[in-house]
């Protein structure tokens, strides 16, 4: 148990709707990171906040947005959701959010139908 | 820009040790992370390397070579239980973003 945790564990929705992942941090840690990872794909870093400013963005898309709050949980919203919006999206934490290790939650796996 | 190759697939004995390999180019060297992968399971964390040389940590040693933009990872008296994707990942400009390699899928057969 890396103490990173995520909800909801699964999430099965439609086409076009807007869902929202959740997570909270290891208890000290400042920083957090969304990634996405999909069979063919690998692990894909979305984005970092850290202490609740954003720090580095990947390869977003523009139908998804994050944000941490002041007590350091952090949710990823995605809407208008596509079949290949499919995956598993991790969450992850670290104390400096600068080349630090870092812990991963469970993740929520995604089904868009 | 940032470039980690990782062979995509090994197979390997039970009790065998076994050397997964990572080579990477990158824009600013600040150290590689080795994680491990169970099918669904989230990433855990092995191994960070920032310096040349060998790091030992009970049956998983790393080992870097900055100059050679190359690491490994060696598993000694393999156990079932290691059969997982293990992650050679190097953080972006020195930043938090990890980029990680495709993984290597280890087969441990009995």
């Known amino acids: 148990d890396s103490g990173v945790t995520q909800t909801p564990k699964h999430l099965i929705t439609a086409t076009g709707q807007r869902v929202t992942l959740r997570c909270s941090p290891r208890?000290?840690?400042?920083?957090v990171y969304w990634y996405q990872q999909s069979l063919d794909q690998g692990l894909q870093f979305l984005i970092q906040y850290y202490n609740g400013e954003e720090r580095a963005k990947g390869n977003i898309l523009e139908r998804f947005s994050a944000q941490q709050f002041p007590d350091l949980h952090s949710e990823l919203n995605l809407s208008s959701l596509e079949l290949g919006d499919s995956a598993l999206y991790f969450c992850a934490s670290s104390v400096e959010g600068r080349g630090d290790e870092q812990y991963f939650g469970p993740g929520t796996r995604l089904t868009v139908t | 820009g940032q470039n980690i190759d990782q062979p995509t697939e090994m197979t390997a004995t039970e009790g065998a040790i076994v050397q997964i390999n990572c080579t990477y180019q990158?824009?600013?060297?600040?150290?590689l992370f080795w994680y491990q992968q169970h099918a669904g399971e989230a990433p855990t964390f092995l191994s960070y390397n920032v310096l040349d040389g060998l790091e030992e940590k009970g049956r998983f040693s790393s080992f870097l070579s900055r100059s050679k933009g190359y690491s490994y990872l060696l598993l000694k008296e393999l156990q079932m239980k290691d059969s997982a994707s293990y992650l050679c990942?190097?953080?972006?400009?020195?930043?938090?973003?990890?980029?990680f390699g495709q993984g290597t899928e280890l087969s441990v057969k009995p």
């Open positions: 208890s000290g840690d400042l920083s």
């Open positions: 990158t824009s600013g060297f600040n150290g």
């Open positions: 990942a190097v953080p972006y400009n020195q930043g938090g973003k990890l980029i």
